[in-house]
Structure formats: structure tokens, C-alpha cells
């Protein structure tokens, strides 16, 4: 019995140093997945509040049409990165309207959202030392 | 906020433009966004901004949703492996078929011709009222009259013509017979070609003298100088004489081919093009009539104005004509249409014949669908109850046929490439750039198409059958299987559809496999294993003297080899393409002015060597010698028409040509009718023939009949070759083969059509077998209540038959009209066989019967089998 578990753990240890190894990096999030996640990271919003908060975020930069934004929103769902709040789980707010939906960031969606930030700090830290990118401060 | 200005209302109208699912889901919010964005934005910005993401985002969410629906078809079809494996074969075959025949039509018909403006190209032919030419050649003007209408015409850019020969290749220490086309100097700029190395043959070239230059065909540019770079400037050597090459056109050139040249190549592809060259006598030569001319009108000019000039131009020039050569009317044809306007016939023929095997093909697959269709209700059920409109549920299903048909589309393709193969492999030589057949672009793209309208062909119905289930027949359905079964009246009338179809494609393949098999039993008049080799002498033999004495010396020399019983010479052989007319007379007849009869020279074995019964007098024999009285051996058909109610034997005959009589033949035999030299289906014409050591011809077919025919013909040639190294035996075929040469035809038609009738035969009785079993399965409940009750096994099979058999009854019945009906378009295509042949039309429905009983007693004695205690268990 010892030797069979000794070998399960030996199997267990090789195909996670596999997994880990040559695991497919996550793909980089595209800038409106970002933003709308990031608007999310705040508080939960419905889709008009999540538009507004990225065009003022970037300064009118990136202004979310309609098609883009619940497109995104219809496969951040299908991933797990966000969730629609329902019943109770909607936020109690004045002038609420009925047909508004909310959405809140999941956990996983949070932990996407770090990498992608740690991943984007990483490139700009890179070109700064290249003297790309200004000095912070 | 207000949520509705008219800018929002238009809004509305684009997001249609997004599947209906997504715009059900998103829609208000999405109007929201809007309103919000043009409440604090510049106006112009939004609308752009906003169109733009429609664009870009709207095809985007189909495609999410096709991608959906296609994982999900994939899911099902693997769930089910013998229904889609049967769909997959089935649509594979239609579609295969379908692009296979279309691949023909591509380069048969569709491709451009290797011509500049092809369509400005036009034929001129001066028929000649008093020479019938046998096998529907035509002539062209006169040498003077082609020379005098390319100086002074109006219509025409230019004029070319040709004159198609076999010409002997000198290879190493032996010769080739090549297929060679003689040309006027504009031939080239006429059809507006241009070779891809070198130049064409021009007007300087086109001179006595001048001539010794040759254009070559891209092939003979690989097999006789390996695709050299430097061949221009080489030299071959054709019939004793020397050219240069000039010229080498590009591969797929072979203009004219063998049944658009006169002169009687026995070689069908040419291979090398050469100046025609006429000297001053033969083009001033009134009598000296041309193959053919081809012309390319002047832009503007239409075919009627051409024709009009031509004939006026002509009427003059009629009264400078001899005699016999007057009368004939000019007419200007369209190149195009000679080239391909008889291929056209039978490319539409197969293009129908496989379409219906195509409509048969999809009615099987949507009968498969529908019976798959009863066991999805509960799904569609629940996709409806959970919100899928109908629009939704109907989408899917089309893109689970169209992706069943695109498979089936694929292996079709692969089918189809091995099917092209055999097609051109089966070439019967008389289809123009058949050849050429490949599965390209054009071809694929075909496909292609076909896979897409197939799909949502048989997908249709099913689609729109299936997605009207809702919740509350999915209620109903619950509890009750339907004891007695629904009858499914669109199954049935599928099934019929197919049996219809494939009965008229039956009656046509019928039509032409007896019309086949009639044209193989015709009586040639001569024995199919002898074996017949040609020579044609050249100017070396320039008189009777020097023919005469050549051809002695072979049939010596033929007497001495082992295996040989017969061997006998004749210039014109039946089924050879080659032909003779004279101008004549026959005492005590009622002779017409300018009257023609067929003819050659032959020695007394020939007859022997050929097995043609003497049917009255003798044969040439020795005393038939060049200074006797001249003789001639008639054919019955000539007798019957000539001699009617006399004895033929002892009869005179004058030959003349216009310029005074010669002396009289005397007939002294006559023998059983043959097959003409043009065609195996015409009936016999009169024919004469003459000694031929009394009339000798440069041109002979040397005829063998033995044990040892192939091996002696070898030699022949050998010796031949060492006796002359001009000379060469050519064309050496069985009487067998040349006949099965002039069946090709109609056999590569035949097995086409036949083999798309088998393949829709078996395709409507699968078809009638599935859809018997599903009835079976689907009235088991029923069957099970009547055996319970007390109904026989006989009984049982009775009600299946009978519901199987109305139905292929139904089926024969409108199909045999619609047969009827079709087969009168083939009356141009069937030989010895009326289009309404009892026979055909007795068998293809008695033989339909048969096997459909044979397709519904299988069903029928499973139904026998049924258990009604289980059954009745099961509800």
C-alpha cells in the first residue's frame, strides 16, 4: 500500500510540474475587457454606469458603444469573470430601474484582472528602464 | 431620462441587425447606452462611433452563435453515427455526381476557348449540290475564290485555311505518324493565338519555297526534343522533307480537331502546323476546292452582314465554277457553335440526368431528418418553453443540415476527383477538350454552392416541421405514443418524388442501352478479326506503273509470312474516315445529271481476307489485268437501287469527271453490303468497286486474315521501312476495334446516363426501405393491438406490402408520364428505337416492382415478428 501511494504522489508531483510548466499563459485581455473589469473591481455597476466610468477614467480616450460593451459583457459571463446580480443581490439604489441589469466582479474575474494589470506593470517597468516610457513621479 | 427620442427609435431598427437572441437579451440596455451616450456627447461622434460598432460587432455575434450551433450539430451527429454515416454517403454521392459532371461542363463547354474573342470567329462553307460527301463533311470555296474574297471583302479581318494530313516523323531509325495541319499564312492571326516560343507561321512563310518552316505542338516539343529551350531553329523531318521549327504553341492547342480538318487524318490531336503553300496553278484552279475556311469577322460586323456579302460575293463567282461544282449556297457559321454545339446536347443531358440524382440524394436525407426529427420533440419543446423563438430553433437546425451537407460536400469533392478521372480516362475522342476535365477553382466553388442550397434543400421542411413544437404538445405527447400512428404525408411524398424521378432517369438509360446494344448488333458485312494496317505512298510513286509494282511486292511478301490465310488491298476500308466519290452513269438508267456513287479499288482477296459474301458473279481475279476490259463488283444496296429488276452482272458503268467519258466498267459481281467508311449507325449506301490492278491508289488498307495477323503487320512495317524509309504502315486496328471506336460515342453516353440511373435507383429504394421501416416502428403499437386481436402473420406483411406497394405504384405511374414526356428529347440520341419503346417502358416499371416488393418484405416480416404482448407493455 505505501509503495502504491508513493506512487500516486510521484504521478501527482510530475503531471502538476508538467501543468505548471507548459501550461498555456493566459491570453492578454483585450483594453475593453480590461476597462470594464477595472470598473467592476470598484463596485457593481450596470452596463451605462461601467461606460461612464471608463470614459472618465480615460479621460474620453476609450468611450464604450453599446455592441462592444454588452458583447463583451455576454462572454465575460460565459467565462466566469463576471456575474449578474439578481433577486436580492441587486444593489439597493435610488431611481433604480427595473430593467437595468448589475454585475459584479467574481473572484476569479478579480484575479484575471491583477494579472493583466501585473503583466501590463511588468511591460511599462521594461520600457521605462529603456527609457521608453516616463519616469514615475 | 427620457429613454425614447425618434434618434433611439432608429437605433432600435439597427440592433435588428444582431441575432435575436442577443438583442432580446441586451436590447434595452443597449438602447440605454445610447440614449446616455447622445445625451452628453457630440451627436455626429456617437452615430459614427455607434454604426461602426454594428459593423464590427453584429457579424461578430453571429459567428458566436454559428460557432455554438455548429459545436452543438457536431455533438448530436456523433451521437447518432449510422444515421449521419447514412446522410454523409448519401449526400456525398449526390454531390460528388453533381460536381463531377459540372467539372466536364467547366471545360468542355464553359472555359474560354484558347482564341482571342472566339465568338467573332465564323466557318464559310460553299456546299456542292451534285457531291454528297458521305459522314456530313463540307467543303469550302475554291482556291481562287478563298484568294479573291480575302483581297476584296468588307466583313472579315481575316481569312485562314487549313488542310489536316497524317505526316510521317522521321525518329532515330524509325518513323512516327503524326496528326499535321497544312495552313494559309494568316491561320494563326485569324484565331488569334500566339505560339510560347517563337512565332507563327506568317503570309512570307506561306510561299513555294518559302515553306520549309514548322510550328509544334507543346507535346511533340517534349517527346521529340525534351522541352529544349533552344529548339528554335532545329529541324524535322516530315514526309521526306526538311522544316525548321519556328514556332512550339502552348500546351492545349490542338486546333483543328480531327473532325473540324478535311483530308482524313488518321491521328486526332495535331501536332505540327506547316504552310499550306499553294502554288500559282492550284490557286488559280477553279476545281481545286478548299477543307475549310475559317474568318474572323471585323468588330461590328454581325453574322447575317457576313452572310450577306458572302453570298453575293459567291453568286458571281458560282458561274466561274465547273459545271458539276455549281449551285451550292454559301453559308457563315458560327465557330463556336460547330465546336460545341453538339457536346452541348449531351453536357445538359448528364447535367439533368445528375441533378436528379442530386433531388433524390436530398430527398433521402430529408426523410432521415424528419424520422430523427420524432425523437427531438422534447428538446424542441424545452428550447421553446425556455424562450427560443421559432426563428431561433429553425436557424439551428438549417446549420445542422448545411453542416451535414458541407461534410457530405467534402467527401463528395474526393469522390468527384476519382470520378473525373474515369470520365476523362473514358474519353470517347469525340468531345473536344474533354482532356481538360480537373477539379480547379471554378469547380470547387461549384461544389461549394451545391453543398450550401442542398443543405438548406432537404433542411427546409424538417427545420420549419420540427421548430413548431411547443410546450403544450410536448404536453400532450407525454402518455401517449400515438397508437395508430400518424400517417406522415410529406415522407410519403418524398419517397414518390424519388421513385418518379429515378423511373424517368431509368426509361432514358433504358432508352440508350438499347439503342447500344442495337448498334452493337449491326451487321457490318465483314469479319470483326481481320486486321487492317494503311499506306500511303508519297510523290516517289507518281504513276500507276510505280503503285502497281509497290503493292505486288507487299502482297508478296505478305503471301510469305506464317499464319496469314488472306491478304487483300482496298483503298477506302470501312469505318476508316476516309472516303472516295466519282461522278457516273449506268446504262439502262434513269441517270440524274451529276450524280455521285462511293467507290474504291480492291484486289479479289480483299473480300476473302475481309469474309464479304459474293452474293452474285465472281471476284477480281488474275485476268483482271491493267490492259483488260475494266470491271467492277457492285454492292447489293447499289444493285437494288441501279439494276431493280435486272440482272446487274454484265451491266456498264461510265465513270466521268466532267471532261468526256471514259471507257466503260463492266459489272461482273456482286456482294453483300458493309458498313460505311463514316459511320457504323447510317445505313449502307451504294458503292462500286474497282480492280486495283486495274485503278491503283498511292492510298491502300492492307488487309489480314490468319492466326499470326499482329505479328506479320509488324513486320510488314519493317520491311517496308527497309524498302523505303519514307513508308511507314499505319493506323493498325482490328475491323473489332475500329468499330468499337465509332461505338464510343454512344457507349461513354450509355454508361454516363446508366450508371446516374443505377445510382438513383438505389438511392429511391433505400429510400422507400427506411421509410417502410420507420412505419413499421412507428405503428408497432398498432400492429401489436392487431395481432392480439387475432390478425395473422399473412395479414400483417399484407398491410405493410400494401401501404409500400401504393406507394411505388403512385410513384411508377406519374413517373412513366413524366418519362414519357422527357424521353421525346432524345430522339436525336437513340438509334433503332422509337422514344416510346414498349419494351423500355414495359421493364423499367416491372423491374421497379420487383425489387421495391423485395425493399418492403423486409420491413414487412419484421412487423410479422412483433410481440404484442411487449408491445402493448411498452404503452
Known sequence: MEGFYSIVSVFYIVARYIEVRYSWPMPPLSEQVFHILVALADRDRHGYSIMQDVAERTNGKIRLSPGTLYGSTKRMLEQGLIEELTGLKRPDVADDDDRRRYYRLTPYGRKVVRAEAARLAEMVDQARAYGLAPKRG | MDLLPSAVKFYRLLLLAYPAEFRNEYGGQMEDVFAGRLASEPRLRVWLDTIADVFYTAPREHLSVLWGDLRYSAKLLAQAPSFTLVALLTTALGIGATTAVFSVMNAVLLKSLPYSEPERLVYIWVPIPALKLPGGLQFGPTAPEFYDLEKSNRSFERLATFNGESYKLAQGDGMRV????????????????????????????????????????????????????????KSIRLNRKTYRVIG??????????????????????????????????????????????????????????????????????????????RGGHASVASFLETAIGEVRKLAWLLMGAVLFVLLIACSNVANLLLARAATRVNEMGVRSALGADRSRLIRQILTESVSLSFCGGLLGVLFAFAAVRILVLLNPGTIPRLEETSVNGAVLAFALAVSLISGILFGLYPAFSLSRTSLTDLLKRTGNKGIAGSANHTRHALVVIEICLSVVLLAAAGLLIRSFLKLQNVNTGFAQSTLAGR????????NDASIRDFYRWLIEKTRTLPGIQQAGLISILPLSNTGSISLFDVEGYANKEDQTIENASATGDYFRAMNIKLLKGRLFDNSDAPNHPTVLIISEACAKKYFKGRNPLGGRVYFSRGTGPQPYSTVIGVVADVSTSFSLEAAPNPFMYRSFWQSPQPQAFLALQGTQTTRAMRTLGKIVHERDSGLAVTDV????????????????????????????????????????????????????????????????LGMVMKQGLSLTSTGLAIGLLGAAGVTRFLSSMVYEVGVLDPATFVAVPAAFLAVATAACCIPGSQATRTDPVQTLREQ
Open chain 2, 733 to 796: 486496328h482490328s475491323m473489332s476495334e475500329r468499330k468499337s471506336e465509332f461505338e464510343a460515342g454512344r457507349r461513354y453516353q450509355t454508361v454516363l446516363l446508366s450508371s446516374f440511373a443505377a445510382a438513383a435507383f438505389i438511392l429511391a429504394l433505400v429510400g422507400l426501405y427506411g421509410l417502410m421501416s420507420y412505419s413499421v416502428r412507428q405503428r408497432s403499437a398498432e400492429i401489436g393491438v392487431r395481432m392480439a386481436l387475432g390478425a395473422t402473420r399473412a395479414q400483417i
Open chain 2, 535 to 542: 499506306m500511303q505512298l508519297d510523290g516517289n510513286y507518281n
Open chain 2, 248 to 325: 512550339v504553341m502552348p500546351p492545349g492547342f490542338a486546333y483543328p480537331h480531327y473532325f473540324e480538318a478535311s483530308g482524313g487524318a488518321d491521328t486526332h490531336t495535331p501536332e505540327v502546323w506547316m504552310p499550306y503553300a499553294m502554288n500559282v496553278k492550284d490557286r488559280a484552279d477553279r476545281s481545286n476546292i478548299t477543307g475549310a475556311v475559317i474568318a474572323r469577322l471585323r468588330s461590328g460586323v454581325s453574322l447575317k452582314q457576313a452572310q450577306t456579302e458572302v453570298n453575293a460575293f459567291l453568286a458571281h463567282e458560282d458561274k466561274l465554277r465547273p459545271e458539276f461544282l
Open chain 2, 178 to 233: 503524326i496528326g499535321g495541319v497544312a495552313v494559309t499564312g494568316d491561320f494563326f492571326a485569324t484565331l488569334g493565338t500566339k505560339p510560347e516560343l517563337g512565332r507563327a507561321i506568317e503570309r512570307d512563310d506561306d510561299e513555294p519555297g518559302h515553306d520549309n518552316v514548322a510550328v509544334i505542338g507543346h507535346t511533340l516539343w517534349l517527346t521529340q526534343f525534351g522541352g529544349a529551350p533552344d529548339v528554335l531553329g
